[in-house]
C-alpha cells in the first residue's frame, strides 16, 4: 500500500514541478515564435519597448502575487495606479510641491487605499472580491473627480525621468522592477512574514494554530499591493508625461494573469515572484508581438482570454490531483 501511495504521488509532484518551470518554457516558446513572425520583434529597441510594457505589469503582479498567496484577490490596482498618479501630477503642476514630495504622497496614498482594502477584509469581514471590486470603483471615481476628467500635463524632467530616463542604457521602470523584485523575493522566501504570507493561504486555522498573526498578514499584503499600484501609476504617468483619467484600466486583468501563468495558485499557499515576472513577460510579449503583426486590438484581447483561460483550468486540475 506504501508503495502503491508513493507511485500515486509521483505524477502530482510531476504536475506541480512542471506548473512551476513550464512558464520560463512557455516565454521562450512565445519569444521564439514571434521572432520567426516578425524579424522587427527582436531588435534592440523593440525589445526595449517590451520591457517597459511588462515593467508595469509585473510591479502590479507583485503585489497581486502576495494577495493571491494568502488566498484573497486586488480588483482595485488598475484604479488604484490611475488615482496614486494623477495625485502626484496634480500636486506637482497645480499645487507647485516638488516632484519627490508629491510622488511619496502618491505612493503613501496608494498604501493607505491598500491597508483600507484589508480592514475591509480582515474586520469587515467582506469577501476580498466584493471588498476590493468596491475600491475599484471608488477609486476610478476619485481619479476622474480629482483630473475633472482631463489629463494632467505640463511635468517636469525630475518626475518624467523616472518614466522615460535611462542609466547605463538601462530604462528606469526596468530597474525599478528589478530592485522591487528582488526586495519581494527576498521577503517572501528569507523572512518570517514571507512564510506567515504561505501559511495563512495554506489554511487560516491552521496559521492561528501556529501563532501566525492572520490579520497582520492579510493587512499587509493588500497594503503592499496598494503601494506597487501606486508605483506602477507613478511611473505610468512619468512615461505619458501627463495623468490620464482612464489610465490603468484593465491592468487587474494583466496582473492577476501574470501571476495565474507565473504559477500562484488562485486557492493560495503557493507562488513565486519570479514566476509572476516570467507570467508578466509573456503578456507583454504577446501584446508587443501581435501589435507587429498588426492584430487588431479586439482579437488580441481574445487571445489574452484564452491564455488566461487555459491557466486557470491547469491551475483547476493541478488543484484536484493536490488533493
Same mark, same amino acid.
Given at each position: ?46 525589445? $526595449? ?49 516638488? $516632484? ?65 530616463? $535611462? ?38 486555522? $491552521? ?117
Amino acid at each position: 500500500m506504501a508503495v502503491q501511495a508513493q507511485n500515486n504521488s509521483i505524477p502530482s509532484r510531476g504536475l506541480v514541478y512542471f506548473r512551476k518551470s513550464s512558464v520560463f518554457v512557455i516565454l521562450l516558446v512565445i519569444l521564439g515564435i514571434l521572432a520567426l513572425l516578425s524579424p522587427d520583434f527582436f531588435t534592440v529597441s523593440n525589445l $526595449t519597448t517590451v520591457a517597459l510594457q511588462t515593467s508595469l505589469i509585473a510591479l502590479v503582479g507583485i503585489g497581486m502575487t502576495l494577495t493571491i498567496i494568502t488566498g484573497g484577490i486586488d480588483l482595485s490596482v488598475g484604479s488604484v495606479a490611475a488615482l496614486c498618479g494623477a495625485l502626484a501630477a496634480g500636486l506637482a503642476v497645480r499645487n507647485h510641491l516638488p $516632484t519627490y514630495p508629491s510622488m511619496l504622497i502618491a505612493l503613501v496614498v496608494g498604501g493607505m487605499l491598500g491597508g483600507i482594502n484589508g480592514a475591509m477584509v480582515v474586520w469587515g469581514r467582506i469577501p476580498p472580491f466584493v471588498a476590493t471590486l468596491a475600491m475599484m470603483a471608488a477609486a476610478r471615481g476619485l481619479t476622474l473627480v480629482y483630473t475633472q476628467g482631463r489629463p494632467i500635463a505640463g511635468l517636469d524632467k525630475a518626475f518624467t525621468f523616472w518614466g522615460s530616463g $535611462t542609466v547605463w542604457g538601462i530604462p528606469m521602470p526596468v530597474i525599478i522592477l528589478f530592485i522591487v523584485a528582488l526586495l519581494a523575493a527576498w521577503m517572501l522566501t528569507q523572512t518570517v512574514f514571507g512564510m506567515h504570507i504561505f501559511a495563512v493561504g495554506g489554511g487560516e486555522e $491552521t496559521a492561528r494554530l501556529a501563532s501566525v498573526a492572520v490579520s497582520k498578514v492579510k493587512l499587509g499584503v493588500y497594503t503592499l499591493s496598494g503601494l506597487c499600484a501606486a508605483l506602477a501609476g507613478i511611473i505610468l504617468t512619468a512615461r505619458l508625461w501627463s495623468a490620464q483619467p482612464n489610465s490603468g484600466v484593465l491592468m487587474e486583468l494583466d496582473a492577476i494573469a501574470a501571476a495565474v501563468l507565473g504559477g500562484t495558485s488562485l486557492a493560495g499557499g503557493s507562488g513565486t515572484i519570479s514566476g509572476t515576472i516570467a507570467g508578466a513577460f509573456i503578456i507583454g510579449s504577446l501584446s508587443n508581438g501581435l501589435n507587429l503583426l498588426e492584430i487588431p486590438s479586439y482579437n488580441q484581447q481574445v487571445v489574452k482570454g484564452i491564455v488566461f483561460i487555459a491557466a486557470v483550468l491547469l491551475d483547476y486540475i493541478l488543484k484536484r490531483q493536490r488533493r
